[in-house]
């Protein structure tokens, strides 16, 4: 099927062979991540002197025009005595997601890490004084999750040669190339040798980048973590696998490695008044619409100044772990399934069996399937411990399941089929 060149933004999934590639394999099976955009953002929480500024939160700086030596005066407030690198590691873990990606630095410049290249940092600029991505590199170890870095590597509204920033700066006058060099680079080396072993870098709004310094900071990731993975926004059609728009997914199947960064209300950084959160039916929906199609979901919180992972956000990432906990096995390491286009269900599969996600469940429990590749031997609902058998029979043109008459799980029940 041909790609949806529409829905993906950046990324070289596309490469022949690309799907060969072993160092995928985690992130393959994963399917679940934790996105966390946290920085200086979330103090104004999307207000400026008394003002709301609209758009997503994290981009306040840009969008209210905020000189850098006002902006820089949140740092000396930024203090989240809240933070516990434990209870966020272990909320994503209970969610169900594998792998977490946090904002190291985003366009505002600011480094939510210790970094010997700039004191604009969270360890030398702030009362707080503590360096989190130590601390969560220390428990995804413990806990078992991957630890990832968001790096924004063309936008950066603090330093004077980064891009984005024309009202302290002159845009034309900016040595750019100087910036990645002698800055960038840097800062990607330390965070590839401070942390221990990273899942990946993800990088951002590759903007005027060319695609000499995107090849090269993908050289550079390869050459100190090998087995680190580099997102397609590093720019030019590279990297390791691609990612779509925000908050889209594509409308059909893709031969490729993908992923859907999304948020649960509207911004990624945290805003005191955005509280339109999506549904849990909807995200779970959303997470199966995204695995049946090949892709991950990257999920994102937006945590409070204080530290706190707004209680909205938990409240839907336990439901989606809630719902994983029976049903991560037709998630977990799966492929795409057989049947694709239908409203009522998505599939996905692994050797020798079919999982049908059935979000509208028919009336009297028949669940007609217009033909499948292969042959069904066995049908059972995932979530039933017993694993009783559902009566399945050959109709014209498909295969007859017979369910129960009512739907066993209102958001999304799977049934396993068991395939020649
Ligand atoms: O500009 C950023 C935005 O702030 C946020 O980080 C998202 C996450 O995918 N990426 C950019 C916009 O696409």
Redesign the pocket.
């Known amino acids: 099927m041909a790609v949806d060149q529409g829905a993906i933004?950046q990324g070289s999934a596309q490469r022949p062979g690309a799907r060969q590639d072993p160092r995928l394999d985690w992130w393959r099976e994963a399917r679940f991540g934790l996105?966390i955009?946290w920085g200086l953002y979330a103090i104004p929480a999307g207000e400026w002197k008394g003002e709301f500024v609209p758009g997503?939160g994290?981009?306040i700086m840009h969008r209210a025009r905020i000189p850098v030596a006002e902006y820089e005066r949140l740092a000396g407030q930024f203090n989240p005595v809240r933070f516990d690198a434990a209870e966020w590691v272990s909320l994503a873990r209970r969610a169900g997601q594998k792998y977490i990606v946090i904002?190291a630095k985003?366009?505002d410049g600011f480094c939510m890490f210790d970094s010997r290249w700039t004191d604009y940092d969270i360890v030398d600029a702030t009362p707080f004084n503590r360096d989190p991505l130590r601390e969560l590199a220390a428990e995804c170890q413990r806990q078992g999750l991957r630890l990832c870095f968001?790096y924004?590597q063309t936008?950066d509204w603090h330093h004077p040669d980064g891009d984005g920033n024309d009202w302290d700066y002159d845009e034309p006058k900016k040595d750019f190339a100087g910036y990645v060099e002698s800055y960038v680079k840097p800062q990607v080396r330390e965070l590839l040798t401070s942390y221990g072993p990273i899942g990946l870098i993800w990088f951002?709004?590759p903007k005027r980048i060319t695609l000499e310094q995107s090849q090269s900071l993908v050289d550079l990731v390869h050459e100190i973590q090998p087995a680190c993975l580099v997102n397609g926004?590093v720019g030019n059609h590279i990297g390791d696998y691609a990612?779509t728009?925000?908050n889209v997914i594509p409308s059909e199947l893709l031969h490729a490695d993908w992923e859907t960064?999304a948020t649960i209300n509207d911004t990624?950084?945290f805003k005191k008044d955005d509280h339109n959160w999506k549904s849990p039916q909807d995200l779970i929906r959303k997470l199966v619409d995204i695995v049946s199609k090949g892709g991950n979901y990257l999920l994102?919180v937006g945590p409070t100044a204080e530290g706190v992972i707004p209680q909205p956000s938990v409240d839907r990432l336990r439901a989606m772990g809630q719902w994983l906990e029976v049903n991560g096995e037709s998630v977990y390491g799966t492929r795409p399934g057989p049947l694709q286009g239908l409203d009522w269900c998505r599939t996905t599969i692994k050797p020798g069996q079919l999982y049908l996600h059935v979000l509208d469940w028919p009336a009297r429990g028949e669940l007609r399937l217009p033909g499948t590749p292969s042959e069904v031997t066995s049908a059972h609902l995932l979530a039933d411990p017993a694993r009783a058998a559902l009566p399945v029979s050959r109709e014209s043109g498909g295969v007859l399941i017979k369910g129960p008459a009512t739907p066993p799980d209102a958001i999304d029940t799977v049934v396993v089929l068991t395939v020649d």
Do not use: L, V
């Open positions: 933004r996105f955009h997503i994290e981009w904002t985003h366009h968001y924004s936008q951002d709004t926004r990612s728009r925000d960064p990624w950084g994102n």
